[in-house]
């Protein structure tokens, strides 16, 4: 097996959009975005010595205080579909190779977090608390809408219904006044119930970058002008991703944000998507270690939409400089 370095966008993405349940984080797009907040960024591919692709792998490094820093590839590395059963030793493979080929920066560590769900284990790597969230909900497009409808919680049926009634009203954001009012609608949330969330400047850029690479759209919800709520999607290969939500305070007996949901899964089964995915919810057991008592809510709401609660292998760490990084991990908590 090979480590190579891809220098072109659509080898890249012809690899990584074709894969069962692609990964937003580990398109080209995302990599260039990374790039405009200053990360450098590189990607590889691991290949059989035909030269035909086995996984595919997206890092940015992040620096820290100290000097040292590491390369992160969120939901990477990318496992071929069919090779999901060896993913193990296919990005053993490939962390080996990337250590043996050595990088510019100075890194500490390489963080990892695949979508597989069989564990990945690895003389040296160490689980580690995870930044994506570690388990989702998928709900699969591939049936018709009179399934999804049974799929779904009775209450969740209800309050479709209700905000049909009501008159709430769902379309694509075109403007850039659609996107303050997006983003004005996010610091309300996070304010009134008390969560950390991107700040509106990366949100923006977030938006502005992807959309122009037809990944991102944002979605709002309305009653005769006024917005109820909004989320961001990301649409890559099969996959339409629901990335960040917000809600009006005011209004709430309206249901906006299940009428905001319906319209998203609705249109992302009629283009074609395969999965529509609620992007984190709690893992089953609270003993978890990223089981977070905040999210109990959003868990029950996105539970009611039916689907697969999916827990991947979660966040491993691959130390370079091992006595450092086990100081730095005690320091870390």
Not at 270 to 285: A, K, V
Not at 286 to 311: A, H, M, N, Q, V
């Amino acid at each position: 097996m090979n480590l190579i370095h891809i220098p072109h966008a659509d080898e890249w993405d012809t690899f990584c959009s074709a894969q069962r349940h692609a990964q937003f984080t580990q398109s080209w797009a995302w990599g260039e975005f990374w790039k405009t907040l200053g990360r450098p960024v590189i990607r590889v591919a691991l290949t059989d010595d035909q030269g035909a692709w086995l996984l595919a792998a997206q890092f940015s490094f992040f620096s820290r205080r100290w000097f040292w820093g590491y390369w992160y590839a969120p939901r990477g590395p990318v496992v071929r579909t069919d090779l999901q059963d060896a993913s193990g030793e296919l990005i053993e493979e490939c962390l080996r190779q990337l250590r043996a080929q050595g990088l510019p920066a100075k890194a500490l560590f390489w963080r990892i977090e695949p979508a597989v769900t069989s564990p990945v284990s690895s003389d040296g790597l160490m689980r580690a608390k995870s930044y994506m969230p570690s388990t989702t909900l998928l709900l699969d497009l591939n049936v018709s809408e009179d399934l999804l409808r049974k799929g779904m919680h009775e209450k969740t049926r209800y309050n479709i219904r209700v905000a049909e009634r009501k008159g709430v009203t769902v379309r694509v954001a075109q403007t850039q006044d659609d996107l303050q009012r997006f983003l004005a609608l996010s610091e309300e949330t996070a304010t009134r119930d008390r969560f950390l969330s991107q700040p509106s400047s990366y949100m923006r850029a977030t938006y502005e970058h992807l959309h122009a690479s037809g990944v991102a759209q944002i979605r709002l919800a309305e009653r005769e002008g006024v917005l109820l709520a909004a989320s961001m999607e990301m649409r890559y290969g099969d996959t339409t991703t629901y990335l960040y939500g917000a809600s009006s305070s005011t209004h709430r007996n309206l249901m906006a944000p299940y009428a905001l949901h319906w319209d998203a899964i609705r249109e992302a089964k009629q283009e074609g998507f395969r999965t529509y995915d609620f992007h984190g919810i709690n893992p089953e057991s609270p003993e978890d270690l990223d089981y977070k008592d905040s999210w109990k809510g959003i868990t029950r709401f996105k539970l009611g939409w039916g689907g697969e609660r999916i827990t991947y292998a979660g966040t491993a760490e691959y130390p370079l400089i091992p006595w450092v990084y086990h100081l730095l991990r005690r320091f870390r908590g």
